[in-house]
């Protein structure tokens, strides 16, 4: 039993009998209506939106509707008092015996608590980190990495069969340049003095080892050749060598994608060409002539007719061209020519997660995605704000390695992939993260992830000192309020879940981690100002069995939404 679906069940009978007797007329649309755990706890046990939600398309005050459903709700099963408040809101309350029914489930379910068939087994493709191939991955990067991996695993949880993807842009004018940035290390491998880096190439020390490597392969081959002859052969090098790096990385994050997508072999493969003769044949092309772009002097643009997307059909603020003026494509081309890829593997919907500094690249992408799925809104973008690296609120220094950026693996090496998994998650992906070294590792409650990993360790210590778990438990013994306020939480999780995955927010996970954290750590620290709150009484029992099938259910939540996170669950600490 889930008693939020218990109440939407018993609604729905309600909503069906007002409607068939003409109280609630038939189009009424009750898709909003919820059932949840109030934020003030001394408002009863479930509040419910209802009369809110349907006043207006019934014509009655949200209030004297309330009136009238809370006739038909305090007729329920278990409910021992129905209240409004404010202009119409429902408080519920109902009998302590219908949370222990849950809490039965919790341990009959064990880690499959919380997961559901809400994707009902459809496919959806989860795109992101993506980071150009010319370096290891920067700690902004880590930020969408786990917020991709964490929203894969959410809707792995909720049903979904996920394709977890990076795309990488082996095929743009940033690959030749590693390539040069590489055959100049190569060059100082083979004894040459290459003096200081040019301006315009990498300067990272991380491509010392990359030239050494070529050096070690091919010996002095190139030394002599023309760029045109060694530039393809040493950019495929320097390519290959820079994934298996980013792929370290992400692996140290606890990261594995299921497909490397890659623009070169798209471009090569004609899929771009395809792409436009499709968009052209689907008359969503034109030639014309773009006005100057905002803020520039007339003097700097030259206009000129181009190969242009009727991309403002589809929700964009301009139309957007798709050649450049040497004849190639131009990025949003290979882009459109990508994502017509995924969606012919996919065939669901897709999501990108994209940096800040795509922000302005999102209307125009979602815009093409709906040109090729026929007006159907088969892209969703989450954009990931800057991190704020820092040591005891100073800024972290730059990356000796990376020269000039602070690198995932520098970040893992100092607090852990398990401590950048949720404090990545303990903001909405739309607000900056403060990161700071100091305060993500100090044992307290300021510490998000300890504190959640600490509720753990706790429920594991609880039940190694109680040793073998009793068989059963009179659950209904559990009414104190904090035992209460902790069941409420951990029958919440699996609305949490739904309610996560179908906004694409596993931050909501971090959130309500802590949150039930915080309850468990309540009623602990109740317990040792409280004897008879205790987990363990000697004189009774059959309460000390209630209680310890209570942590044990905690423990049973905890680890479920950390394993969500892709973050163990600590036995000790």
């Keep these: 039993m889930n008693i939020f679906r218990f109440f939407e069940t018993e609604f729905k009978v309600i909503f069906d009998d007002l409607k068939a007797v003409g109280t609630?007329?038939?189009?009424?649309?009750?898709?909003?209506?919820?059932?949840?755990?109030?934020?003030?706890?001394?408002?009863?046990?479930?509040?419910?939106?209802?009369?809110?939600?349907?006043a207006k398309q019934v014509g009655m005050k949200p209030r004297d509707l309330a009136t009238l459903l809370a006739e038909r709700l305090a007729a329920c099963d278990g409910v021992t008092a129905v209240d409004i408040a404010g202009p119409g809101f429902i408080n519920i309350s109902v009998e302590p015996r219908l949370w222990s029914v849950e809490l039965r489930s919790i341990l009959a379910a064990g880690a499959h608590y919380g997961s559901n068939d809400s994707g009902a087994g459809k496919s959806v493709n989860v795109e992101y980190v993506s980071a150009n191939p010319t370096g290891p991955l920067h700690a902004a990067h880590a930020r969408g990495a786990v917020l991709g991996d964490a929203l894969a695993s959410l809707l792995e949880f909720s049903g979904w069969n996920v394709t977890r993807e990076y795309y990488t842009n082996d095929a743009g004018g940033q690959v030749d340049t590693l390539a040069q940035s590489v055959y100049l290390r190569y060059r100082e491998a083979l004894g040459e003095v290459i003096g200081e880096i040019p301006s315009g190439l990498y300067p990272g020390a991380y491509l010392k080892d990359v030239g050494a490597a070529l050096a070690a392969r091919d010996g002095d081959r190139y030394l002599a050749?023309?760029?045109?002859?060694?530039?393809a052969p040493v950019r495929k090098f320097a390519i290959d060598a820079m994934m298996v790096m980013i792929r370290e990385d992400l692996a140290g994050l606890g990261i594995e994608m299921d497909v490397f997508s890659s623009e070169r072999a798209l471009v090569e493969g004609g899929a771009v060409q395809a792409t436009i003769d499709k968009l052209q044949q689907d008359g969503h092309l034109y030639r014309g002539v773009l006005d100057p772009p905002k803020g520039r002097e007339p003097e700097d643009w030259e206009p000129r007719e181009q190969l242009l997307f009727r991309t403002t059909n589809f929700g964009d603020d301009m139309d957007r061209p798709l050649q450049k003026s040497d004849g190639g494509w131009t990025y949003f081309s290979s882009d459109i020519a990508y994502h017509l890829d995924k969606l012919k593997r996919t065939g669901g919907p897709l999501i990108d997660v994209f940096g800040v500094d795509h922000g302005g690249y999102h209307k125009r992408m979602a815009a093409a995605v709906k040109a090729l799925s026929g007006q159907k809104d088969?892209?969703?973008?989450?954009?990931?704000?800057?991190?704020?690296?820092m040591e005891n609120g100073k800024p972290v220094k730059m990356s000796k390695?990376?020269?000039?950026?602070?690198?995932?693996?520098?970040?893992?090496?100092?607090?852990?992939?398990?401590?950048?998994?949720?404090?990545?998650?303990?903001?909405?992906s739309d607000q900056t993260l403060d990161f700071d070294y100091a305060k993500v590792t100090e044992q307290s409650r300021?510490?998000?992830?300890?504190?959640?990993?600490?509720?753990?360790?706790?429920?594991?210590?609880?039940?190694?000192?109680?040793?073998?778990?009793?068989?059963?438990?009179?659950?209904?013994?559990?009414?104190?309020?904090?035992?209460?306020?902790?069941?409420?939480?951990?029958?919440s999780w699996p609305r949490m879940v739904v309610s996560a995955a179908i906004n694409y927010e596993p931050h909501r996970i971090a959130f309500y981690l802590m949150d039930l954290a915080s309850a468990f750590h309540s009623l602990w620290t109740t317990g040792r100002e409280d004897p008879s709150l205790r987990f363990m009484l000697d004189d009774d029992a059959e309460l000390t069995a209630a209680r310890l099938w209570l942590v044990k259910a905690t423990a049973t939540v905890i680890r479920s939404g950390l394993g969500v996170l892709a973050i163990p669950a600590k036995e000790e600490m």
């Design 446 to 491: 300021d510490n998000p992830v300890f504190y959640v990993q600490y509720a753990h360790a706790r429920c594991s210590s609880v039940l190694r000192q109680a040793g073998e778990m009793p068989e059963d438990a009179n659950l209904d013994r559990l009414i104190a309020p904090a035992e209460l306020a902790l069941i409420k939480q951990l029958v």
């Design 24 to 54: 609630i007329p038939e189009s009424a649309d009750g898709s909003k209506i919820v059932f949840e755990l109030p934020r003030d706890a001394s408002h009863g046990d479930i509040a419910c939106n209802a009369a809110m939600v349907l």
């Design 378 to 389: 088969m892209l969703d973008v989450k954009h990931c704000q800057l991190v704020n690296l």
């Design 225 to 231: 050749q023309e760029e045109s002859e060694w530039l």
């Design 401 to 428: 390695r990376a020269g000039n950026f602070v690198t995932v693996r520098d970040v893992i090496d100092a607090v852990g992939a398990d401590v950048i998994r949720f404090i990545m998650l303990t903001r909405r």
